[in-house]
């Protein structure tokens, strides 16, 4: 079974309105993590948003905030006034407990923002 | 300025040869790692080491071979037995620690190869 599911291969925004990329996750473990990382063009990988399985309030980071939906296992990242700059691939990871040093990523979502 | 560099950023191979991706870190982490990505796809692991002179496999091990005999040093080789090597390379790092109170410690990436068979 895939420990992150990414449904949304592609998504267009307009410029200045929110998005939501949807993260589901699976894990039997009661403590883990869970990250977004945003992938522009040039490859490099830039770390977002961390939500920890027990932060009972969602996390939130700027422009970006998660909203963790702990009973349905989703993780899902808003991004605010979307940018011109946010059109990227978008990356759902998790980290759990069992397997500490180990790191799941979902498939991605590419986001299209439209001026 | 403290980060991962990989090297080269871009790299043609012959088929049937061995070529070997760099990677190094001045964090000062304990866990390093491998990641294979096609295009319009995610990240595979290939390797990871949580210590120096250890390692474990990842989902696609096959064909790929790494050493760790420094903590800052962490390079794969692409073995002529990886069918089809042709793909972006991530190396990362992250700072190990106890589950509970460094557990939000994100991976830090270098930039990324990009190897091309002819």
């Known amino acids: 079974a895939q420990k992150i599911t990414q449904t949304q291969p592609g998504m267009f925004v307009q410029e200045k309105e929110a998005v939501t990329l949807d993260c589901t996750y699976d894990t039997s473990d009661q403590s883990y993590g869970l990250f977004w990382y945003k992938q522009p063009s040039s490859g490099e990988m830039i770390f977002l948003i961390y939500?920890?399985?027990?932060?009972?309030q969602n996390a939130t980071e700027g422009r970006y905030s998660l909203n963790f939906q702990k009973a349905r296992k989703s993780a899902n990242l808003v991004i605010s006034a979307s940018q011109l700059g946010d059109s990227a691939m978008y990356f759902c990871a998790m980290r759990e407990t069992y397997n500490f040093n180990k790191f799941y990523f979902g498939s991605g979502t590419k986001l299209n923002v439209k001026p | 300025d403290g980060g991962i560099t990989q090297s080269p950023k871009y790299l043609f191979r012959k088929e049937g040869q061995n070529v070997t991706l760099s990677c190094e870190q001045n964090?000062?982490?304990?866990?390093m790692y491998w990641y294979r990505q096609d295009p319009g796809q995610g990240l595979r692991l290939i390797y990871y080491?949580?210590?120096?002179?250890?390692?474990q496999k990842g989902d696609i091990a096959e064909g790929y071979s790494v050493s760790r005999e420094k903590k800052e040093s962490f390079p794969l080789t692409v073995t002529s037995a990886q069918k089809n090597p042709t793909a972006f390379y991530l190396c990362?790092?992250?700072?190990?620690?106890?589950?509970?109170?460094?557990?939000?410690?994100?991976?830090?990436f270098g930039p990324g190869t990009r190897l091309t068979v002819l």
């Open positions: 964090l000062n982490h304990d866990a």
């Open positions: 990362a790092s992250i700072s190990r620690g106890l589950a509970g109170a460094l557990f939000g410690n994100e991976q830090f």
């Open positions: 080491s949580q210590i120096v002179n250890d390692f």
């Open positions: 939500q920890g399985s027990y932060d009972e």
